[in-house]
């Protein structure tokens, strides 16, 4: 199993950018895909959450990303987004995206259920 994170910059606040997990090695069937973020000194959070295993996709946000972050699947490329809108510098981190099975249990924002992780891409936003 691998997670191959892209698409982290330096931006201005206000700006957007959109993140990319790359998956190889499983099956998005019955799968929990997450963003977390750790910034320097912080723990790491979750930000957003797609649960496969519907038509349409299951999807949770963070309460300071709701409205301004959206999580998406390409389940043909095997690729999980987020489209971050209106950034802040709050949103500075290292970005992951990690996998879990839908039945580990736990909320979707523990980060110990989680199977395997990538590597990080960094988000920096700044004037």
């Known amino acids: 199993v691998r997670l191959v994170e892209s698409g982290g910059a330096l931006v201005q606040p206000g700006e957007s950018l959109r993140l990319s997990c790359a998956a190889s090695?499983?099956?998005?069937?019955?799968?929990?895909m997450t963003w977390f973020r750790q910034a320097p000194g912080k723990e790491r959070e979750g930000v957003a959450t797609?649960?496969?295993?519907?038509?349409?996709?299951?999807?949770y946000y963070a309460d300071s990303v709701k409205g301004r972050f959206t999580i998406s699947l390409d389940n043909a490329k095997k690729t999980v987004f987020l489209q971050m809108n209106n950034l802040e510098p709050d949103d500075t981190a290292m970005y992951y995206c990690?996998?879990?099975?839908?039945?580990?249990?736990?909320?979707?924002?523990?980060?110990?259920?989680?199977?395997?992780w990538g590597q990080g891409t960094q988000v920096t936003v700044s004037s």
């Open positions: 090695g499983f099956a998005f069937s019955s799968t929990a």
């Open positions: 797609y649960v496969t295993g519907s038509s349409t996709g299951l999807t």
């Open positions: 990690a996998a879990r099975w839908i039945g580990s249990g736990g909320t979707w924002f523990d980060s110990s259920k989680y199977n395997y």
